[in-house]
């Protein structure tokens, strides 16, 4: 008996998370792949087993959607990318103290300290027709009118995403570098290899595996997204997140649950790709 | 130590022509390393011989790493000059000195096949790829890694990671190579057969070798001269012969080898074919007479006799053999006997003083005598033996 006990103790550490699991993830998205089946005739659904719903989705505006939401993904995983790497490179090899770099890591983290929605209303004076930005181009004569496309566009949005998001492409980017040993840099330099070759022959390849799950993070996050969309956006820009959360307020169940399984297959197939070219295993 | 190049080298097999470099002294003046207030190295003035193996020997902490990687360029030097032949480098980029450094823990890429980790030095320099393949695959063939040259380094046992790391430095043909703890990080039984591999290798190439090691042993197996360091500061610089049993410190003394140490104040010093035959006073001792080359009479100085050196005696033993005007005598306790395979080393306490000593004998000489723990017994050693330290 107690033999048998200690081999399962193990595994009574992670039963609870695995129950979780199970009931909140799996046994909800099997749900939806059922229901995506069902049949549905505008008012009332029944169990059934028919593709009429994923023929419903398969028109223009679902694949415009589609475009629009990678549209989105390109721009803030570049943004990120460009903007977060020197980030993490800053903090990894120019912060000397550990203390440092966690508490310059921690400053990162600010954009989670309130609350979304009020962090994007109090950009509406910042952005906004009448906004700061606006009135000091007008004030400095870069632009006559006021700049529409600063607030409710895609170019809010991706901004919104990219200032919400780049916290996941820094911190997996950041532990990579870390883990480079200094010895390598000196070792290059010794060999003859300038500040740019350096980084290309060695920093470079040795941080891809945090690229890689960085990557997978954005892509995760921003397939999904569709609040940021919808207060950034205002109505004017559209999201696979966002349509699917328009059909299910109005109530076409089994419409968006053949959407969300088609979303899920995209995305599976994005991180498959990424997971195909970098190689994460090392960081693992 | 100016004849390293004229003694005999063995060439066992040749060196190809594209990988030979011409080998260039090294000499640092008044050189000196400061991070903030504190002096990692003070004020060193040194002489490495062109074609020389020549150690920095000291224990951690004592700047000898940041002495060699001042030389590389890899360190800022506060103040003094660094020469690499007749060439002041203070300033110059690592790349533009024409050394290379063999690192600690190898500092492999681990991302790069052992090919392209040895290749790295000579694509960064711009070579055309046909030198290249040529130089890289003549260099694997003399370490023997030919075979292992598409595998990455996790693959490879540590000793053919040392010997990559060894090949990616002597690829790009320095006038210096520089080894960084070379040997710290092999087991004991490959240390000492990798030891003889690189001073075969620099034999061979005829390369100034520059070693930094805090293991006596390697120094003096592989060392033209041994260079010791203590607190930033060069201690001595000699042969091995030299350092083993002619240290001038007790610094040097202590961690070079098995020395006794007994300090004391000068109380006579006679001039002698030898040398000056000094009289130590040493504190609850007595007077201790050892050899030495000038001593001041009444400066605090000390004298030091190798633990091989002494004979150990039982007290009538003593009394029949009479102690003679050159050699030195006390009696001591035997607080413990240590095994240690060929040699027995053997921990003792002096009846007078309380000094604790140690004596090492041949383990097949010391099953013979009957000593054993708690006995007392008589120490002689020749006053020709006992190294006077003026510092």
Redesign the interface.
């Known amino acids: 008996m107690s033999e048998t006990w200690k081999a399962l103790k193990p595994y009574a550490l992670i039963t609870p998370q695995t129950l979780v699991f199970l009931m909140f993830l799996v046994f909800p998205i099997l749900m939806i792949g059922v229901v995506s089946f069902w049949e549905f005739n505008g008012y009332s659904m029944t169990p059934a087993f028919t593709l009429d719903n994923y023929q419903g989705i398969l028109t223009d505006v679902t694949l415009k959607t589609y475009l629009n939401t990678f549209k989105f993904l390109g721009l803030t995983w570049l943004a990120t990318l460009l903007i977060g790497y020197p980030v993490a490179y800053f903090l990894a090899f120019h912060v000397p103290k550990l203390e440092w770099q966690i508490l310059l890591f921690l400053v990162c983290t600010i954009p989670f300290w309130t609350s979304n929605i009020i962090r994007m209303i109090s950009w509406v004076p910042l952005l906004g027709r009448e906004g700061l930005v606006n009135q000091g181009l007008m004030g400095i004569g870069l632009t006559q009118e006021p700049l529409q496309f600063l607030l409710f566009s895609d170019f809010a949005v991706v901004l919104g995403m990219v200032h919400l998001y780049i916290i996941f492409m820094i911190a997996p980017i950041f532990n990579s570098l870390m883990r480079i040993e200094r010895s390598l840099v000196t070792a290059a330099e010794d060999l003859g290899a300038s500040g740019f070759q350096t980084f290309r022959e060695v920093i470079l390849p040795l941080s891809a595996p945090g690229i890689a799950i960085g990557s997978i993070f954005i892509v995760t996050l921003i397939m999904g997204e569709f609040v940021t969309v919808r207060l950034m956006g205002g109505g004017q820009s559209a999201s696979v997140g966002k349509l699917i959360q328009t059909q299910i307020g109005s109530l076409q169940y089994p419409l968006a649950a053949a959407n969300a399984m088609v979303l899920l297959a995209v995305t599976m197939l994005i991180i498959i790709s990424i997971l195909r070219v970098l190689d994460i295993r090392k960081e693992l | 130590m100016q004849d390293i190049q004229t003694e005999p080298v063995l060439i066992a097999e040749a060196i190809p022509a594209d990988l030979q470099a011409e080998a260039k002294g090294v000499s640092l003046r008044d050189v000196t390393k400061k991070y903030g207030s504190f002096v990692a190295v003070q004020n060193i003035t040194l002489d490495i011989p062109a074609g020389s193996y020549t150690c920095l020997l000291g224990p951690s902490g004592c700047g000898k790493t940041t002495t060699m990687r001042m030389i590389?360029?890899?360190e800022d030097i506060s103040a003094g000059d660094i020469y690499i032949g007749d060439t002041r480098i203070n300033g110059l980029?690592?790349?533009q000195r024409n050394?290379?450094?063999m690192?600690?823990?190898y500092?492999l890429?681990?991302?790069k096949t052992v090919w392209d980790n040895v290749d790295?030095?000579l694509k960064?320099?711009g070579l055309s790829i046909d030198q290249r393949r040529k130089r890289v695959g003549e260099m694997l063939e003399i370490v023997g890694l030919t075979q292992f040259s598409d595998r990455k380094p996790a693959q490879l046992s540590g000793g053919q990671q040392q010997r990559v790391a060894l090949a990616?430095a002597l690829v790009?043909r320095p006038q210096v190579l520089m080894l960084d703890e070379p040997l710290s990080a092999l087991d004991e039984s490959l240390r000492v057969k990798t030891r003889g591999e690189l001073r075969k290798l620099q034999r061979q190439f005829g390369m100034t070798f520059l070693q930094v090691t805090h293991n006596q042993d390697e120094a003096y197996s592989l060392s033209d001269q041994i260079v010791v360091m203590d607190h930033g500061r060069v201690d001595q610089v000699g042969t091995p012969a030299e350092i083993f049993s002619r240290p001038l410190s007790k610094f040097v003394a202590r961690f070079t080898g098995d020395n006794n140490i007994f300090a004391g104040t000068v109380t006579s010093a006679v001039q002698d074919t030898h040398g000056q035959f000094i009289q130590l006073d040493v504190p609850d001792l007595g007077t201790l007479l050892c050899l030495g080359d000038y001593a001041q009479v009444g400066s605090e100085a000390a004298c030091c006799i190798r633990a091989d050196l002494m004979q150990i005696k039982s007290l009538d033993e003593a009394e029949k053999s009479a102690c003679g005007p050159a050699t030195n005598r006390v009696t001591a306790r035997i607080t413990a006997v240590e095994f240690t395979g060929y040699v027995t080393r053997v921990s003792l306490v002096l009846e007078r003083g309380g000094i604790e000593v140690l004596y090492k004998a041949r383990t097949p000489d010391w099953i013979t005598t009957p000593f054993t723990e708690g006995q007392v017994v008589v120490l002689d050693w020749a006053a020709t033996d006992c190294v006077f330290l003026p510092h």
């Open positions: 590389a360029g890899h980029p690592a790349t050394t290379a450094m690192f600690q823990n500092a890429f681990p991302h790295f030095g960064m320099r990616r790009t």
